[in-house]
Structures are given as structure tokens and as C-alpha cells.
């Protein structure tokens, strides 16, 4: 609140009035943490009221997984029994946020607390389809660390900087992303890669073997922060973007 109350008085410098309103409404939504209480507030009291439409979608999106704004119309726009494949699930957030537009979801999950969770918490939708596995450039089994029903340093990465974070490790199954995405052959509308890492080598084989022309929208989160290279290989991902013309439909700004 004091650094908001700095900029606001900052404004009484700004020599022209259609200017300093401008950047009073700016400083507010950016700065101010009582505007962003009341915001969140009134997009809790929307979701209680329209649990089943947009009030609660927009709660989902702009306050438990606090997308970007850019990713709402997107969003909004799922047709029913859209095919959404959900690489990441973690709680099934953003499966419960397809839901609400009658999408079917594909869900992939390798944490194995947070994969039996999942499994009971749909087991009678219809609609949701949940794999305990995970996502990569490849196929075959391989060593997941964990810290229990968190993602914190939840990876199959080996080279993943976890911290001094106390990991558990299983063997998982291991889903090559674009051969499964080739082998349905199937339009799908969102494909939300969040993979801890693994998102890297994803990228560039979606690109590579064109599965990613399967797909309308592919939003990813990446984690490049996590490995001493990590620069280089968002780069690397960026440039196979680019080179098969997929930045349309990419976008690595997910959450």
C-alpha cells in the first residue's frame, strides 16, 4: 500500500489531466493490493452465484490459476466436447476450468498421490479420461522425483535444480507427447503443456513431426529458471517455433 501511495502521488507530476488519469488507473490495477482484494472478491461472490458459467470460469482463470488476460477469450470460446489434452494436471484445475464448457479432457499426471487423487475425484465424468504418466520427447519408463501431493521440483528432469527440497522417486510411464497426438489424428482445440522441464525437448519435437499442426491453441508454462542452461533451451524451443511457423498458435506465457 505505501509504494501505491508513492505512485499516486507521483501523478500529481504528470503535467497533463487525461495523462495523470491514465496512469492513476494503471498504478491501481497494478500496485494496489486492496484493488486486487476487491477484484478476487468479486469474482468469489460471481462464482458462488453462477457456480455452472462464466462467474466461476472467471474465478478459475484470473485467481487459482491466475492466467494471463490474453488467455480468456480462448477460454471462453471451447466449443463442446472440444478435445483438450491436459499435460500437468497437478489438482485438475484447469480440467474443472474445461469442464464448465462441456469440453472432453485428456489428462496426464505422473505424480502418483496427486494421479490417485485425480482418478476419484472424476471417476464419474464422463468426460475426463486420467492417465497416470507423464509427458516427454520419448517413450518408455523413467525416474520421477516428487515431494508428496506437491509440485515442488516435480520432475522427470534429471538436470531439474530442485533445491534443497527431500524428493521421493517412482518409476513412471512415459507418453511420447506428438506420436500420441499423430496417432489420434484428431483436432484438438487447447493443448496445456506444464511438465516441469520437460516442456523443452516437447517443444521441438511437436514442431518437428508437426503434431503441433493438430492443435488450435498449445499453451505451456516453462520452466527455464530451473536449469543452468535453461536460457538456451527456451531459445532452442523458441527458434523451433519460429521455424515451422507455430508462434500463432504457441504460446509459452501460460501462468
Not at 32 to 55: C, H, N, V
Not at 78 to 92: F, T
Not at 104 to 122: D, Q, T, W
Not at 248 to 254: A, T
Amino acid at each position: 500500500m505505501l509504494f501505491y501511495s508513492i505512485m499516486k502521488f507521483l501523478a500529481n507530476f504528470i503535467p497533463t489531466h487525461n495523462a495523470r488519469k491514465r496512469y492513476r488507473s494503471w498504478a491501481k490495477v497494478k500496485f494496489s493490493t486492496q484493488y486486487q482484494l476487491d477484484k478476487t472478491f468479486e469474482r468469489m461472490k460471481m462464482a458462488i452465484g453462477d457456480p455452472y458459467g462464466l462467474g466461476m470460469a472467471d474465478f478459475i482463470m484470473f485467481d487459482c490459476l491466475k492466467i494471463a488476460q490474453r488467455f480468456a477469450n480462448t477460454i471462453y470460446s471451447i466449443p463442446e466436447n472440444a478435445l483438450i489434452l491436459d499435460c500437468g494436471m497437478n489438482r485438475g484445475k484447469f480440467t474443472d476450468l474445461c469442464l464448465l464448457f462441456k469440453a472432453n479432457i485428456v489428462g496426464f499426471e505422473p505424480n502418483p498421490i496427486l494421479a490417485s487423487f485425480l482418478h476419484r475425484k472424476y471417476s464419474a465424468e464422463s468426460l475426463v479420461s486420467v492417465q497416470n504418466s507423464a509427458v516427454a520427447n520419448n517413450a518408455g519408463n523413467m525416474t520421477f522425483a516428487f515431494a508428496g501431493a506437491t509440485d515442488d521440483g516435480a520432475s522427470i528432469c534429471p538436470d531439474f535444480n530442485r533445491g534443497n527440497i527431500n524428493l521421493k522417486t517412482v518409476q513412471v510411464d512415459v507418453i511420447n507427447l506428438a506420436e500420441y497426438i499423430l496417432s489420434k489424428n484428431e483436432q484438438i482445440f487447447i493443448l496445456k503443456l506444464d511438465s516441469e522441464g520437460a516442456e523443452f525437448g516437447l517443444l521441438e519435437e511437436l514442431c518437428h513431426s508437426g503434431a503441433w499442426k493438430l492443435c488450435d491453441h498449445i499453451f505451456v508454462e516453462t520452466h527455464a529458471d530451473f536449469f543452468e542452461d535453461g536460457k538456451a533451451k527456451l531459445e532452442s524451443a523458441r527458434k523451433a517455433i519460429a521455424d515451422v511457423g507455430a508462434a500463432k498458435v504457441i504460446d509459452l506465457g501460460w501462468v
